[in-house]
């Protein structure tokens, strides 16, 4: 089964930065990638699906790569805000119609 | 927000007592999830259903059974809970019919401690 890895350590960063989280995988590349938001509390929000022939997503200040040569996925926050600060997961599909979600890496932006 | 709801929300209970789960939708999603999530695990499937009936395990099912026997509806039982059975318990629905390549909406979360 796949396996991810996200870095375990918190991302601290200045308010007004780009904050480029990382998500590696280890076996062999999923049809699509997903990133998901998680505040203290609360279950995983959906946002962004990568599919595996597209290099690059948006969404207003939201980017995603997706390199399967590389077998890793970039998420990044421009002009981040201390409102972004929360727990960023990465999902890659499993067969049986199934995702597989990495531990997160906690953002924490500070003004 | 998918319509997704979880109770309890909290539960303490003692170990080798039985412990059912529910989750609940509105959207008349097809699939449906269980997970745990423990610190520096991360999510981890333990069920899914793929319609009424029709159920399938994750990775880490042993210690749980699930039914579904209405669509909106999706029962987790451990039937006898263990200390290492402690977590928070998400539930997640998938509006794709075939399960593929769409977005997972969760619920709140159970937090279920077994002393």
């Known amino acids: ?111 | 927000d998918a319509g997704i709801t979880q109770s309890p929300r909290h539960k303490v209970t003692e170990t080798g007592t039985p412990v059912t789960l529910r989750c609940h939708q509105t959207e008349n999603h097809r699939y449906m999830y269980w997970y745990r999530q423990d610190p520096g695990h991360g999510l981890r499937l333990i069920h899914y259903s793929y319609g009424v009936k029709d159920t399938d395990k994750g990775e880490v099912s042993d210690g749980y059974s699930v039914s579904r026997s209405k669509t909106e509806d999706f029962l987790l039982t451990l039937e006898s809970a263990t200390s290492s059975q402690t977590s928070v318990y998400f539930c997640a629905t998938t509006p794709s019919t075939s399960g593929a390549s769409d977005t997972q909406y969760f619920g709140p979360g159970t937090r279920l401690t077994v002393l």
């Open chain 1, 1 to 111: 089964s796949q396996k991810i890895e996200q870095n375990s350590e918190a991302l601290n960063i200045q308010e007004g930065k780009t904050a480029t989280l990382t998500c590696n995988y280890t076996n062999y590349s999923p049809a699509y990638l997903q990133w998901y938001r998680q505040d203290p509390g609360r279950g995983p929000v959906f946002l962004l699906l990568i599919r595996e022939n597209e290099k690059e997503k948006r969404k207003e200040r939201l980017k995603v790569t997706f390199d399967t040569t590389l077998k890793q996925s970039l998420f990044h926050i421009t002009a981040s805000q201390p409102a972004d600060s929360a727990t960023y997961l990465c999902a890659l599909e499993e067969y049986g119609n199934k995702l597989v979600f990495g531990a997160g890496t906690i953002l924490r932006v500070k003004s």
